[in-house]
């Protein structure tokens, strides 16, 4: 009997090793997938107009648990069609040296983790617009590792396929900028009844100031902080100089 219990658990042992080859296996060929599939994403909107992301996608459902009949505030415009101001204020704001990067501002991720490390907590990102707008498209809003390294993944993809333009012409038509408003012909009528390439410097640093907490600042337009992130943001605005 103890013969044949052995030989059982001789036999046993090379089935789950079989088993558990096939189950990594199929894990990578399922990952090697949704990577081919989102890089089949960013070549179609090499020329193509975005029309939904992630972050919007996931704002709709929420939207709509409250309102079934509520819908978002999104059109695409070109990028000759957005303020210049606009595009200075967003690269003060949030990327000064998104044309002199490849996706990731190291400087810009060593500063956030030294905030970090001294508060305790995830205060900053060092996200560059890149990063940002891998986030938009594909994932969601968490900070776990997992998704950081899929962000890292998606960015190295964008910053492949598309040029510079290109990445920040989509980043400012799919940018969250309010409650249910996306991009920054939506932004532009929402907060000031003009069309996005009519913003004054003025009005383009104010949208800018708005976009780390949108849906608040949505709420709240007049804030101390805000109205001295937006006398910043045009202050510097002369000193970058967006893709053409």
Known sequence: MRKNTKSTRRKAKPLWRRLLGRLVLLSLAM???????VYAQIWWWESRPVQSTAFMSARLDAMQQQNPDAALKHKWVPYERISGSLKRAVMVAEDSGFTQHEGFDWDGIEVAWKKNIKKGRIVAGGSTISQQLAKNLFLSGSRSPLRKGEEAIITLMIEQRLDKRR???IYLNVIEWGDGVFGAEAAARH?????ANNLSPQQAAKLAAMIPNPRYYDKHRSTRYLNRRTATISKRMHQVRPPK
Do not use: P
């Open 31 to 37: 990952v090697l997938a949704w990577h081919a599939w």
């Open 191 to 195: 907060y000031f009844g003009v069309s």
């Open 167 to 169: 990445i920040f012409e």
